[in-house]
């Protein structure tokens, strides 16, 4: 291949024993075309990819090159898939090449997602489908542009060949990047076979890699525990803060980073409904909106029983200590879920009463079928207005929405800040622009059909920036219409 003058190391994970992984090369696809490649990501991470033309660069985030230094391996992890445990999952189509590290300083795993069959795909092909390929480009960053920890998008990137799902559809490639690939899923693959000497080793290498301040601890596995259900906690906080409902929140997509990861069949909701769910195989609403807090702690529940073997003392202790940091869970995500709704709502102050104020709001849009961003980029908008036409109009009841805003104008007598500070904060946590579902289904559906990409490069470039204004976008900010509104989103599996 050209010389890039990238350069990348193999996997620290490799560094790990054998059955912890299987090294093998990506499948080499027929005719790879790039789609999208994310420059200033690939500057951050150091990668010196700037005169790599678009053939290069297809060639190496289709797998078809390694970048040198690679050393692709797949991961074994199992997971609880529904409220099922599977005992073996693992990347059946993710190929994880190396690691780079960025101009901070911090290492980042570079992994292609549907990259070829691996010892891990039970029946599936291997691939992925161009859909979920560009959803996951787009939702993983605006998600980063919204400064939600999300694993980030770096190449996409069209293999040449068909996959079939329902029917045949193009194939894709999605090359993404985070601090680490290890989800709650590995380490029940090591406990689920009462393997205590594994479990042991893949915790020290999280703790080494993710979370260095625990091993000085007294207990380091309670604090690598500890640690975690707070990273959990700060992530589910900001998802409920911006109405982001993930859709298959199974253990092996909980990363012990704490980044976002997996961007399946999720959506950012319209209207505001805590019931709401995406995902064509919830059938149960298991992971609806409302539901992934509750769902998050579970999680960590599951987590925390693979840790019991190594915790220090006795299995009573163990169990005891575990018990209390998964229920830290709870009071911490409530705390960082009120510290962003107080943000949202220009309260630079804390008073009892800012629960009540935010649910009562919550409450009022559910009722009158409010959209839940333009709801609250409305409350910033009309910080220096006398009233509040523009939300208003979003309520089916104006009224429902004039009682509330009595209360919280009131509590906003209280606050110092002057209202041309508050809506300035405000605006710089309340999005303008979010990947709306029919906005991202039209971009795929031009993709798909007419191998049109313009429509999703360009809800790519209104989503990356999503406080700022432009009237020439200003239709990116409307909800859908009922004939294009999108109510089931589909895994790429």
Not at 128 to 149: D, N, Q, T
Not at 241 to 266: K, Q, R, W, Y
Request: with cysteine.
């Amino acid at each position: 291949m050209p010389q890039t003058g990238a350069l990348m190391q193999p996997s620290s994970y490799a560094a790990l024993p054998p059955q912890f992984y299987t090294r093998l090369r990506p499948t080499p696809v027929a005719r790879p075309r790039l789609i999208q490649f994310n420059r200033a990501l690939a500057a951050h991470l150091g990668l010196d990819l700037d005169t790599a033309d678009a053939d290069t660069l297809a060639t190496i985030f289709s797998g078809n090159a390694l970048l040198p230094g690679a050393d692709p391996i797949a991961t074994a992890y199992a997971g609880h898939q529904f409220g099922h445990f599977v005992p073996q999952l693992g990347d059946g189509r993710a190929i994880l090449l190396g690691e780079v590290r960025d101009l901070a300083g911090v290492s980042r795993e570079i992994q292609l997602k549907g990259s070829g069959r691996t010892p891990y795909s039970r029946n599936g092909d291997g691939r992925a489908a161009l859909g979920p390929v560009l959803r996951e480009y787009v939702l993983s960053e605006a998600m980063h542009a919204m400064a939600i920890p999300a694993t980030r998008a770096l190449a996409a990137v069209l293999s040449g060949e068909g996959v079939v799902r329902e029917q045949r559809l193009p194939g894709a490639i999605l090359t993404r990047v985070a601090a680490s690939h290890v989800r709650v899923g590995t380490f029940q693959f090591f406990a689920s076979r009462g393997d205590v000497e594994a479990t042991r080793r893949l915790a020290d290498y999280v703790i080494d890699r993710l979370y260095p301040q625990a091993r000085s601890a007294d207990m380091p596995y309670l604090a690598l525990l500890q640690a975690v259900v707070e990273r959990q906690a700060f992530l589910i906080a900001h998802w409920m803060n911006v109405g982001f409902i993930h859709g298959v929140m199974n253990t092996d997509n909980m990363a012990l980073s704490g980044e976002t990861i997996d961007f399946g069949p999720c959506a950012f909701m319209d209207s505001y409904d805590p019931a709401t769910v995406y995902s064509s195989i919830d059938s149960f609403g298991r992971y609806a909106f409302a539901n992934q807090p509750r769902i998050a702690q579970w999680n960590l529940a599951r987590f925390a029983e693979t840790l019991l073997p190594i915790f220090a003392g006795s299995p009573e202790r163990a169990l005891e200590l575990a018990g209390e940091a998964v229920s830290a869970f709870s009071p911490r995500y409530e705390e960082h879920w009120l510290a962003g709704v107080r943000r949202k709502l220009g309260l630079a102050e804390a008073e009892p009463g800012d629960r009540d104020l935010a649910r009562d709001l919550l409450a009022a849009m559910h009722a009158n079928q409010a959209d839940f961003t333009l709801t609250f980029r409305g409350l910033a908008e009309a910080q220096e207005l006398p009233a509040d036409p523009a939300v208003r109009r979003l309520f089916a009841d104006p009224a429902a929405y004039d009682h509330w805003a009595l209360k919280w104008r009131a509590r906003l007598e209280r606050e110092t800040p002057p209202p041309s500070v508050r809506a300035e904060a405000m605006g710089a946590v309340n999005p303008l622009f979010i990947p709306r579902n029919h906005r991202v289904e039209q971009a795929i559906n031009a993709a798909i059909e007419r191998e049109d990409f313009s429509p999703f490069v360009e809800l790519l470039s209104v989503v990356t920036r999503p406080y700022q204004p432009a009237n020439a976008l200003v239709a990116y900010t409307n909800p859908p219409q009922p004939e294009e509104r999108v109510l089931q989103t589909f895994c790429g599996t």
